[in-house]
């Protein structure tokens, strides 16, 4: 019989963490993606040169990449915080270092009034939040997974993703009513600001949330144990760093968002492209599209402890991938059904194989000694290859260019692929115990003893209170 002695046996705060990392993801991702939304609708006209609307699109959707420039910088500074000092004190950190910058977008001066300083000023901020945003993702994976019960760590990691989705879609339902009921001159001169001052919201209730759980039981195991890392990223590089390629190659399914929600977006609304979907009509799309991911994660978290982490994610990296061209072409014809339908598909169902299961399957590839920076680092640098690919999108298909979903959508798959192919190399790990995982040569627990410890963590789980 196989007992659990490689797993902490500290106090597992499973559902008061899983709260935190929900509620701080949703919070720090609506700062991150009202920013993206406003890239795409509303910067080309009141932060660049008024001309050329090409370049104004290219421009504002470089300003968004350039969050992404800032990432691996912050995966160093954060990842490394979060390996010396705890999970608990980095995202902390970063929600305070997100929330600060987003209001002061909400309070930037335009293009008419100071000229090239308010490019460079959108730039300076943006490059903070870039900064911030690189420990989030990997600090609430790490800390919600050392927390969670062996055999439901896919599930409890899921709702990391889950927050973020809840963000977008909150990001979108601001920006919705101020697009849809007012004047547009009013809107184009102090109704976009609303959303970003709202994130005052954001500093004070992530604050309140995530003060309030504890340190890990794994990170207090390996402070106690005096295993604690003066340089945790060169560690992570020296045993780890075939699984941060790993890592790296597999996030650049962050494609997919791009395409749905920036250049989607731009092709879909810009004057240039022609295509003239109303602006409050396009920005329901992605959110309905979230509304489903939203609904999904947890049944593909919960499916990824039973049958593994890989299946689901080569699936849904290949899937999302064929389902652009789809969703592309429906633009380009001006379908919103259509559009609406592959949106669901592509983004809401399929994509989730990946996107539910990463905040699990990335954290376990390393030991709690250097999980933060092995994540964040490979995570933010494969992300910022995707995030320069909307500006690359508007050079390669520029308003006026034939065959756009063509085009995009090659792009996109050939990417998907090489995602597919990492995770298809990787180990599995949904069944390697705690202190077991960054080992290539850890044993895992055979699979039906695995089943019977799921089935009695989860017979335990429905006997603890709410707060556990």
Partial sequence: MTTLDHEP??????????????????????DFFIYATAAALIFPQIFFPKGDPQIAIIASLATYGVGYVARPIGAFVLGH???????????????FLMGFSTIAVGLLPTYDQVGLWAPALLVALRLIQGFAVAGEISGASSMILEHAPFGRRGFFASFTLQGVQAGQILAAAVFL????????????????????LLSFVVIVAGYIIRKEVDETPAFVDVDAGGEVQKAPVIQAV?????????????SLMNV????????????????????????????????????????????????????????????????????????LYAISIHSVPMAIV??????????????????????????????????????????????????????????????????????????????AIAAWTARET???????????????????????????????????????
């Fill in 256 to 327: 997919i968002p791009v395409v749905t929600t920036i250049f989607g977006a731009a092709y879909a609304v810009q004057p240039g492209y022609g295509i003239n979907f109303e602006k409050d009509l396009y920005l329901w799309i992605p959110v309905m599209g979230n509304i489903v991911a939203v609904l999904v994660i947890p049944f593909v978290g919960n499916l990824s402890d039973k049958i593994g982490r890989r299946i689901p994610i080569i699936a849904g990296a290949i899937g999302a991938g064929l389902l652009s061209f789809g969703y």
């Fill in 342 to 419: 592959f949106s669901l598909l592509m983004w809401g169902v399929v994509y989730q194989g990946y996107n539910a299961i990463f905040p699990s399957f990335y954290p376990e590839m390393f030991p709690t000694r250097t999980r933060v920076s092995g994540m964040a680092i490979s995570q933010n640098l494969g992300t910022l290859v995707t995030a320069l690919l909307p500006a690359l999108f508007v050079a390669v298909a520029p308003p006026g260019a034939t065959n756009i979903p063509v085009m995009i959508g090659t792009i996109t798959l050939a990417i998907c692929v090489v995602a």
């Fill in 177 to 196: 009513p101020l697009a849809h009921y007012m004047d547009k001159d009013a809107f184009n001169s102090w109704g976009w600001r609303i959303p970003f």
């Fill in 430 to 468: 949904y069944r390697v115990q705690m202190k077991d995982l960054g080992d290539p040569n850890a044993v895992p627990v055979p699979k039906a003893e695995y089943d019977r410890l799921r089935e009695q963590t989860l017979a335990e789980g429905k006997l603890q209170p709410a707060s556990a």
């Fill in 238 to 250: 020296k045993e780890s760093w075939r699984d941060m390629l790993r890592v790296m190659c597999c």
């Fill in 9 to 30: 046996q500290g106090r597992h705060q499973s559902k008061k963490a899983t709260a935190s990392g929900w509620i701080g993801s949703a919070l720090e991702y609506y």
């Fill in 81 to 95: 915080w979060g390996d010396t000092h705890g999970r608990k004190n980095v995202l902390i950190m970063c929600m």
